[in-house]
């Protein structure tokens, strides 16, 4: 038995939660409908960081005539499934902020190919909005030519067991087609059920750098073997370390 004949909510629930069963009740005396609440937070006396919560009904006692007679208040304490919706919220939080903060495009997709997740990343980089591609296949977002080695790879990757390094292909949308090295890796829910899971960097931009800076080298070592002036590299110590074929002629080397 919650509640003794005389007394009131402040009598044996916790203040916060007495202060807003009382207004609920005076509500449905005056009203005569019933209340629901949901996810009634509370504080556990004498225990400030221990919270409780609890889906809190009150309803109308009706007397033949129709009027208010008393409220039955229930109270169901649901501390428990509410905090593991919060670590599971927390959780998700988590994961979201973890993905978004890498600079690489991440995605999942479930066993028929479909979309289930992007990270921010791959949103910018290919210029769709997440709910433009969540729950798309590959031959829905992508030209045929692009869908069809994307999704044999992924094929390939779930019916094993490991994560797979891969180059591929994907534009984006300044029309270049770009290389991307991709991680894809298999994995279960607690279902049971196969999805894959994928990150990807852009290789394009870093492969026009490296081949920039060879062309460069290129450049420099022709300049620096044609001219007619003798030179040279040294260290500190003397030693030379590389010289041009102008300056071997003069001193009699080839």
Not at 85 to 114: C, H, T, Y
Not at 124 to 151: Q, S, T, Y
Not at 230 to 251: H, K
Request: a neutral charge.
């Amino acid at each position: 038995t919650l509640f003794r004949s005389g007394q009131t909510p402040l009598d044996v629930l916790p203040a916060d939660l007495a202060r807003v069963t009382l207004e609920r009740l005076h509500t449905v005396m005056r009203t005569g409908r019933p209340v629901h609440e949901k996810e009634v937070r509370t504080v556990v006396p004498g225990q400030a960081s221990q919270k409780r919560y609890w889906n809190v009904s009150y309803h109308p006692h009706l007397l033949p005539d129709g009027s208010v007679h008393g409220v039955y208040l229930t109270l169901i304490d649901i501390t428990q499934a509410t905090e593991t919706q919060i670590a599971l919220r927390e959780s998700q939080q988590r994961f979201e902020a973890f993905m978004n903060a890498i600079p690489m495009v991440g995605f999942m997709k479930d066993a028929d190919g479909r979309m289930v997740y992007i990270n921010e990343q791959f949103a910018d980089r290919f210029g769709r909005p997440v709910e433009k591609v969540l729950g798309k296949l590959d031959h829905e977002i992508w030209p045929a030519e692009i869908a069809r080695p994307l999704r044999a790879t992924d094929v390939a990757v779930m019916a094993g067991t490991t994560a797979v390094e891969v180059r591929e292909l994907v534009p984006t949308p300044d029309g270049v087609l770009r290389e991307w090295w991709a991680v894809k890796f298999p994995f279960r829910d607690s279902q049971g059920r196969v999805f894959l899971g994928g990150i990807a960097l852009d290789l394009t931009e870093r492969q026009q750098l490296e081949e920039a800076l060879r062309r460069s080298e290129l450049r420099y070592r022709q300049l620096w073997q044609r001219n007619l002036a003798g030179g040279f590299r040294a260290a500190r110590d003397g030693r030379i370390l590389d010289c041009n074929d102008s300056f071997a002629r003069l001193f009699g080397f080839n």
